[in-house]
């Protein structure tokens, strides 16, 4: 069951603990461990109106995001049109298999929205979150006994001018320069133990210990380097250039080999549908004849 979260319009220690074998396999991890929660795109930053905007969070040490059952939500205001729409959007990764993707992890999509206006945006995002308790088991070891949920807000203000650079992920990435803001969250996690009702915890087997001291921990690096390098920021770049693409009418230029609106899949279907009507044809013309 999806635990209940602000959902906005269209669309994380020093507690020292025994590890015992009620530990989950991510005790592999070398606890006490930092989480680093970012938004790596936009930036408080002017940029030119694009066809494809980029909204990229990610997540360091990603293999604790499940235990911690992490999830975004945003939603994106004109600041001269206030009695305009917003635009937002969720990130639901309890699907994702942080066991197997790159560390940090990027979670992304984007907005056609913002392809010709010139206003000033302000960005507003909350990360949902989960963690359990530890309490003293019969074995000596620990075991989780209840489940606490949190809902964090940032927001972080941009412009959209025309003239002005294009939205760049890996640009972003930066450091030390005044567009660098607020917009991260850390835990420090303790260790991970069973879930004990996985159906209040999104299905999710482990869920994560919390320090005491949680909110004052620090990014395991300054804010600003956990960025998407040159490489994760074309290969964001290249899926939401392919999801724009599968569109029924894409906004963005799609290689020759995808037509419009057309994903490789759905041309096969379409050509066996017509291979299907033609036979039926045939079929049809010869009972008559």
């Known amino acids: ?14 507690w020292w603990l025994v590890l015992a074998p009620c530990w989950s396999s991510e005790s592999t991890i070398n606890f ?10 936009p930036r408080n930053d002017t940029y030119a109106p694009a066809n494809l905007t980029p909204i990229v969070f990610g997540i360091r040490n990603s293999q604790l995001a499940a235990p911690l059952d992490i999830s975004f939500d945003w939603n994106l205001w004109n600041l001269d049109d206030l009695d305009g729409p917003g635009i937002g959007g969720l990130f639901d990764l309890r699907n994702v298999n942080f066991s197997n993707v790159s560390d940090p992890y990027f979670a992304h999509e984007y907005t056609t929205q913002l392809n010709v206006t010139e206003a000033r945006w302000s960005l507003v995002w909350s990360m949902g979150s989960g963690n359990c308790s530890a309490t003293p088991a019969a074995d000596d070891g620990a075991a989780a006994s209840g489940l606490s949920f949190y809902n964090r807000v940032r927001s972080v203000q ?10 760049d992920i890996a640009a972003a990435a930066t450091t030390d320069d005044d567009t660098c803001t607020d917009n991260y969250f850390t835990f420090n996690v303790t260790g991970v133990l069973d879930t004990p009702i996985t159906a209040k ?3 999710r087997d482990t869920c994560a210990v919390l320090a005491p001291t949680n909110m004052s921990a620090t990014p395991t690096e300054k804010l600003c380097e956990f960025g998407a390098d040159a490489s994760a920021a074309s290969s964001i770049s290249a899926a939401m250039t392919a999801t724009a693409c599968a569109a029924l009418h894409p906004v963005v230029s ?6 419009s ?3 490789p899949s759905t041309r096969i279907s379409l ?16 009972l008559l004849w």
């Open 261 to 263: 609106g057309a994903s």
């Open 254 to 259: 799609c290689p020759p080999d995808t037509p």
């Open 1 to 14: 069951m999806f635990k209940p979260r602000h959902q906005l319009s269209s669309s994380l220690v020093t």
């Open 158 to 167: 941009f412009t959209t001018k025309k003239g002005a650079q294009q939205p």
């Open 32 to 41: 006490p461990a930092i989480v680093d929660v970012e938004l790596i795109f």
């Open 271 to 286: 050509l066996v549908e017509k291979i299907v009507w033609l036979e039926a044809a045939v079929l049809a013309g010869a």
């Open 201 to 203: 915890y999104d299905g």
